[in-house]
Nanobody, 125 residues
Framework: QVQLVESGGGLVQAGGSLNVSCAAS????????MGWYRQAPGKQRELVAT???????NYLDSVKGRFTISRDNAKNTVYLQMNSLKPEDTAVYYC???????????????????WGQGTQVTVSS
């Protein structure tokens, strides 16, 4: 199975910046759309930003102009640059890959809806 591993979360003051990244394990894999979701305590998980393999992006309205999603297809990595952070951005941030394709042992595999383990982002006021 392909694993998604996030890194880069942490504690920052309001107005500060953080960059989180998510790398997919394995070689020779092709990932379709990737995205970042977040879940705050007591709230449902929500979509923050997505990016297609071709680089088309989409953002949650409340993060537009502050967050930037990008990806490096050669490294199977997606990034989320978060600027002008607010306390309401505090959440666990999860990376998602909607489908991952690869060859293994002579067989073609496609996995759907893969998630990372999450990374905590805390913004203090």
């Amino acid at each position: 199975q392909v694993q998604l591993v996030e890194s880069g979360g942490g504690l920052v003051q309001a107005g500060g910046s953080l960059n989180v990244s998510c790398a997919a394990s394995g070689s020779g894999i092709t990932i379709n759309a990737m995205g970042w979701y977040r879940q705050a305590p007591g709230k449902q998980r929500e979509l923050v930003a997505t990016i297609t393999a071709g680089g088309i992006t989409n953002y949650l309205d409340s993060v537009k102009g502050r967050f930037t999603i990008s990806r490096d297809n050669a490294k199977n990595t997606v990034y989320l640059q978060m600027n002008s952070l607010k306390p309401e951005d505090t959440a666990v941030y999860y990376c998602n890959a909607d489908s991952v394709a690869y060859w293994s042992a002579g067989y073609f595999h496609r996995e759907y809806d893969r998630w990372g383990q999450g990374t905590q982002v805390t913004v203090s006021s």
